[in-house]
Structures are given as C-alpha cells and as structure tokens.
C-alpha cells in the first residue's frame, strides 16, 4: 500500500505564494508518476501539474508559468511551489502517485487565496 500526505495549505492574499508538499511512504516503486490535482468547491477535480520520477512535466494552462512542481526521489516527497497566487486558485490540493496501472490519492490539504 501507498499513504500520501499533504501539508502547506493555508490562506494566502491574491499575488501571495505557497509552497505545498507531499510525503509518499509504503510500498513505492521507482518509476512513478506524482501530480497535483485540485477541486474547487462546486467543480470537478482537475489536474494541475504532474513529474516523471525522470523529471519531465507537465503543468495545466491555467498555472502554466506560475506554479512550479518538483520531486526528491531520495525522500519520497513531491513539492509544488504556488507564485502570483489568484482567487481562482482557490480549492482543496491533492497529491497522487500512479505506478504501474495503480493510482493513489492524499487527503487533501486546503488552499484559500483571498484578501
């Protein structure tokens, strides 16, 4: 099994910035895939960004420029960095690992962007 944890969520000003991170323990392969997802209230989870545990990336348009994600292969941990943070930004965070055909989610972690 697989336990994904997040921290870093908050609450932050519009132009402010965050740092969240995901801690991944249990039975973790090498070659994996960690992405951030996000679910604003009233819509559906949608993908913000997602690192090969080669490095490669891939971000959504909507953060595209401004966030930045990250990986530390050595501690199991995946990071996103949040810059120039907008309301819209505003949703429950989670982190997942897919490997092999399986995926697994975090609990979540809460961010607000607002004045």
């Known amino acids: 099994q697989v336990q994904l944890v997040e921290s870093g969520g908050g609450l932050v000003q519009p132009g402010g910035s965050l740092r969240l991170s995901c801690a991944a323990s249990?039975?973790?392969?090498?070659?994996?895939?960690l992405g951030w997802f996000r679910q604003a209230p009233g819509k559906e989870r949608e993908l913000v960004a997602r690192?090969?545990?080669?490095?490669?990336?891939n971000y959504a348009d909507a953060v595209n420029g401004r966030f930045t994600i990250s990986r530390d292969n050595a501690k199991n941990m995946v990071y996103l960095q949040m810059d120039s943070l907008k309301s819209e930004d505003t949703a429950v965070y989670y982190c997942?690992?897919?490997?092999?055909?399986?995926?697994?989610w975090g609990k979540g972690t809460l961010v607000t962007v607002s004045s």
């Open positions: 249990g039975s973790i392969s090498s070659i994996n895939l």
């Open positions: 690192i090969s545990s080669r490095g490669s990336t």
């Open positions: 997942r690992l897919d490997s092999y055909g399986k995926g697994y």
